[in-house]
């Protein structure tokens, strides 16, 4: 099935689509058991205590930072693939909220991509805890676990409050023509700050499904709500934030924005028209 938009098309601003999208939902899906799947086996690469590499890496906060990288640079990747440049690359529901909460995603696109990366998260925790075994088994098939003693409500605020930080970062990156391209590139470094600074106490999810995945697989649930509502509380947040306290405007939900592709989120940025969208059927 094609990716990109009708040659014939023309690409200008577009509202938000309407009818169902199951090729976009689909690309959700495929990009976060991607990124997740990948991203989980680094974490063994330098989290297990059989792996060389942690022996060779011995300062957990480099590991940390070298993880956050891993996680940023694979959520760029796909972002700048043909399949992240059709759907967005959300790959986390709470970043999927954050642009319903700012218009940009239909409300059942936003069900739908919520429902992919949840089915993505689920497949990469059964794929590395298949493949990467003992090493799955010595990282806890990297579930995101708080720290001991800490309160939950305390995981759940942490979590917010990373989310929070990363949603930030986003919306002022897609808030101006000049800056949107390089969206990829600063998430992967706010990615890099965010888990050094919050693994330590909660794992740093910021990603319901990221980490609903492994605790199905591994069929154990420390504290889920917490990383179920602390990241929904910390989209909610950071889109307040961002309409109280700057008068900017975020130009798409994509975040790598290319012309030729259609679009199901509404964007200031010219999209190809998309195919299940009419003049007479907006939304």
């Known amino acids: ?20 999208h199951p090729l976009d939902w689909a690309c ?3 990009g976060t058991a991607g990124q997740l799947a990948v991203g989980f086996s680094v974490v063994a690469v330098l989290e297990a205590p059989d792996s ?3 022996e060779a890496i011995s300062s957990g906060g480099l590991r940390l930072v070298l993880i956050g990288v891993a996680f940023g640079l694979l959520a760029a990747a796909v972002a700048l693939s043909p399949i992240g440049r059709r759907s967005g690359a959300h790959l986390n529901p709470a970043v999927t909220f954050g642009f319903w909460l700012r218009r940009h995603t239909p409300t059942r696109d ?5 429902v992919a990366q ?4 689920l497949t990469a925790a059964a794929i590395f805890a298949a493949v990467c075994g003992s090493w799955a088994d010595e990282v806890n098939r990297a579930r995101t676990i708080p720290a001991h003693g800490l309160p939950p409500a305390a995981v759940a605020g942490i979590e917010a409050a990373l989310t929070c930080g990363l949603l930030l ?33 909660t794992g740093a999810s910021m990603n319901p499904a990221r980490t609903f995945g492994p605790d199905v697989v591994a069929d154990a649930y420390t504290a889920l709500w917490c990383y179920v509502a602390g990241p929904l509380a910390g989209a909610c947040a950071a889109a307040i934030a961002f309409r109280l306290f700057t008068r900017r405007q975020t130009l798409t939900a994509k975040l790598f924005h290319d012309s030729r592709y259609p679009s199901v989120h509404a964007t200031t940025l010219p999209a190809k028209p998309h195919p299940s969208s009419s003049s007479q059927h907006r939304r």
């Open 118 to 121: 949840t089915l993505g998260a």
């Open 169 to 201: 970062t986003v919306f002022l990156m897609l808030s101006s023509r000049h800056t949107a391209r390089w969206t990829p590139a600063i998430v992967t470094g706010a990615l890099a700050a965010l888990i050094w600074a919050g693994a330590p106490h």
């Open 1 to 20: 099935m094609r990716l990109e938009g009708h040659p014939d098309a023309t690409p200008t601003p577009q509202p938000k689509a309407s009818g169902w």
């Open 52 to 54: 060389p590499g942690r």
């Open 110 to 114: 936003a069900v739908g991509y919520m």
């Open 28 to 30: 959700e899906y495929i």
